[in-house]
């Protein structure tokens, strides 16, 4: 069996609203992984993973708060923060 990488999944703005926490802990080998397991406990958030197999257009999604346009597909790192925000986010 492979080990599969914690991610610490982080919500802000509208998803954290859905979700109801900050922040999930999920195992996960690749981004699409990592967003089926929130899909999974936060039903709130069901639909981040569009019918086109890509990230729902009104979310973004980060790796470690310094990559955005990440793949589904694209493998994580353990201990990896995924930063889930509104695509309307602003100050």
Do not use: K, N, Q
Not at 49 to 69: E, V
């Amino acid at each position: 069996m492979t080990h599969m990488p914690r991610i610490i999944v982080e919500f802000y703005g509208i998803p954290r609203r859905r979700a109801g926490r900050s922040e999930l802990e999920v195992w996960a080998g690749t981004v699409g992984e990592a967003l089926a397991a929130v899909e999974r406990a936060c039903p709130g958030l069901s639909g981040l993973i569009g019918p086109d197999g890509r990230l729902a257009p009104h979310y973004l999604l980060s790796a470690d708060g310094r990559r955005f346009g990440l793949a589904l597909s694209e493998p994580v790192r353990d201990g990896e923060r995924l930063l889930l925000l509104s695509a309307d986010a602003g100050g």
